[in-house]
DNA sequence: GTCTATATAGAGATAGAC
DNA sequence: GTCTATCTCTATATAGAC
């Protein structure tokens, strides 16, 4: 399994075994890091054993990989409904994502970035596949960002805004992990919001 | 030594064998991550044994301590001495420190922040030494960009802009780490360029 | 597909001689 | 202070019965 060819089945016992499988992952992984969670861990809070674990994905890797995989489109719709929900322009809808961000940075479950955190353990293996994962996330983010600046501004001025908007997102996260601080998120919101009008004026 | 009280001697066999130990420790956790380096490979790469080591240092996450604290101002010594070597105003200064950052974050051996890394990495124990002497270094950081700052602008303002700029470094430390693109670090400095000059105008 | 039990390897840390 | 040898624990991954 994982890339099931034509004509195999996945004749799973329980419905959903592997979703389950990925779910746990996701929860662990991301609350107490990949190098502190044992596979041990992931199939007992899944509520299987290790073996059908094992008979789902191949490796720990490639769970990591799945766990990411799985998080990429919930993540993505969830910016989306808080940009849609938001009143305003274009730089208030922005300004509302932030703060929803930053309201979720003040969490106690909160632990930053999944993503970068990953590629941050991952350091020594630039090709594994949840880095790859990672990658692709990160693309899809900023393709959406620019895709909702671009319906007010010219196409290069959005990649470029989108480009900054999430640098500052990004660095939010890690230096709002490290300080286990919400403010910096909020603060980076408030420059988002200086090159968005700043730009306007040009 | 690290607060040697007043009385006792470190009577070191090797002259700076500590430092051999810690500059060890150094490249190869920032190489390849500190799970992924066994305290076997520092001791092999210092050349001396484990049980010297283990007369050091306490225990490895003691080891990654020294590390990072080890790396604190020499960092900000080079930050110090990028911004002092460049011409122009303040805009152009900061802009050169940038500059500087990309083209180290396009060489072989770069591996993104080592701090952030190591926070990201040690997610599941806040109070980590090593967490702690990261949380000081990005302090310094700060302090030290809101002194320059300050020089030519309102001390409100220039804290204000230093968390900003020092938010779109890490974020170009922790995208630039993930997708391997120096590209990253180029769009924080022009991001920042238009943060300051913004600025400027109020 | 699922279970119990285990192979195998590598880690951090220490014992005891010199 | 430094060495060799080792203890102990935990990890990933698998064997073989049902």
Redesign the pocket.
């Known amino acids: 399994?994982a890339e099931a060819k034509p004509g195999t089945r996945?004749?799973?016992?329980?419905a959903g075994?592997r979703e389950r499988i990925v779910d746990a992952a996701a929860r662990l992984f991301y609350r107490h890091g990949i190098g502190s969670?044992?596979?041990?861990?992931v199939a007992e809070a899944a509520g299987?054993?290790?073996?059908?674990l094992?008979?789902?994905f191949?490796?720990?890797?490639d769970l990591v990989a799945a766990y990411l995989e799985a998080r990429d489109q919930p993540n993505l719709a969830l910016f989306q409904a808080w940009f849609d929900a938001a009143d305003g322009d274009l730089a208030d809808r922005l300004r509302a994502l932030f703060r929803k961000l930053a309201e979720n940075a003040g969490g106690r479950s909160w632990k930053g970035c999944g993503y970068l955190r990953t590629a941050a353990e991952l350091v020594a293996t630039p090709g594994h596949p949840a880095v790859q994962a990672a990658r692709r996330h990160k693309r899809n983010v900023e393709a959406w960002l620019s895709s909702v600046i671009a319906a007010e501004r010219p196409k290069a001025e959005a990649e470029r805004l989108a480009r900054q908007l999430q640098l500052l997102m990004d660095g939010a996260f890690a230096a709002g992990l490290l300080h286990r601080d919400p403010d910096y998120m909020q603060a980076a919101g408030e420059a988002a919001d200086a090159l968005l009008r700043r730009s306007e004026g040009r």
Chains 1, 2 share one sequence.
Request: aromatic share 4%.
């Open positions: 399994m996945q004749r799973s016992g329980g075994t969670v044992s596979v041990d861990a299987v054993t290790k073996r059908t094992y008979n789902h191949r490796s720990k890797d």
